[in-house]
């Protein structure tokens, strides 16, 4: 999995978070840009927290051998 993956994992991540940080800032009445701003700030946080650990459970991956199994048939 390249880069190329990782960054669409991450943008999948970030554009939903955002859109529902913003509309609870939106339905509390408070639309100010620094609520905005805030949100977003948050949903990049909680995207790459995300993807760190995708990524780690990923690269520490052990092969599976019956998968291994699997694909030989």
């Not at 993956?5 to 970030?14: D, G, H, P, T």
């Not at 509390?28 to 760190?52: C, M, P, Q, R, V």
């Amino acid at each position: 999995m390249g880069a190329i993956f990782w960054i669409k994992r991450y943008l999948l991540a970030v554009v939903p978070l955002f859109t529902i940080l913003a509309a609870v800032e939106w339905f509390k009445g408070s639309t100010t840009k620094e609520d905005y701003l805030s949100a977003g700030a948050w949903a990049l946080i909680a995207a790459g927290i995300f993807n760190y650990f995708a990524w780690r459970r990923y690269r520490n991956a052990v092969a599976c051998a019956a998968c291994e199994d699997v694909t030989k048939k």
